[in-house]
């Protein structure tokens, strides 16, 4: 599986947009762009996932550019239980022999009051 | 509609003991994935099961560690003679056979070796 890049840490004030941004040059053309997050101790959640279009669920909105080169998760309106840290991660379908999911070492989101 | 649970979700053993941890999938769910997480790191991938069946494990290390996914009941990790390296968050993902193959997590299994 492709790697992916991200900041270690970023900050956002309480009601604002996140943006947290990903890197994934690597990219194979069969890859899906997947989010989780992990807040403090719990079991990761899955967020979002898409393959060339932007997608948008009950959560957040995934933006990847047309060269699939990056991509952005937004969390519309931030608020203090969005505080994670956030997982990109770039994965072939099972099908195609790709069992796991490798976890970096992720963003960690810091919501502000 | 119940999401994927793990029993116990904290466990203490001495070292030498065994432990056993237990995996319920979602419901439809028939595919099951193991993962650790030592203090202040990432996940690691360990195993990869389906009823019956391993498909890929490997990221088990070859001693000590075994996973099953029985026909009926939930999987089982289990861990023999214990050392306290083995101290790390232990959680299990599933996904369903058909359509996508998205992980879904349980809240995990806390082994603390003393």
């Known amino acids: 599986d492709a790697k992916t890049t991200q900041p270690p840490s970023m900050d956002c004030a309480e009601g604002r947009a996140a943006n947290l941004p990903c890197n994934h040059s690597?990219?194979?053309?069969?890859?899906?762009v997947y989010w989780y997050r992990q807040i403090h101790s719990q079991g990761p959640q899955y967020i979002i996932h898409?393959?060339?279009n932007n997608e948008t669920n009950e959560m957040a909105s995934l933006i990847i550019t047309e060269d699939r080169k990056s991509s952005t998760l937004i969390l519309p309106h931030a608020t203090l239980r969005d505080t994670a840290v956030y997982y990109c991660i770039v994965r072939a379908p099972r099908r195609s022999g790709a069992n796991n999911l490798f976890f970096g070492t992720g963003t960690r989101l810091t919501v502000i009051p | 509609n119940a999401g994927v649970m793990q029993n116990p979700r904290h466990l203490v053993r001495r070292r030498g003991q065994e432990a056993r941890l237990r995996c319920s999938p979602m419901?439809?769910?028939?595919?099951v994935y193991w993962y650790r997480q030592l203090p202040e790191e990432g996940l690691k991938f360990m195993v990869y099961?389906?009823?019956?069946?391993?498909?890929?494990e490997s990221g088990m290390p070859k001693e000590r560690f075994s996973a099953e996914f029985p026909k009926e009941g939930p999987s089982i990790l289990r861990i023999q003679q214990v050392v306290r390296g083995d101290s790390a968050a232990y959680f299990c993902?599933?996904?369903?056979?058909?359509?996508?193959?998205?992980?879904?997590f349980g809240p995990g299994t806390r082994l603390t070796v003393l």
């Open positions: 419901k439809g769910h028939s595919h």
């Open positions: 099961l389906q009823k019956e069946n391993i498909i890929d």
């Open positions: 993902a599933s996904s369903p056979a058909q359509g996508t193959d998205t992980q879904y």
């Open positions: 690597t990219i194979s053309g069969n890859e899906y």
């Open positions: 898409g393959l060339k």
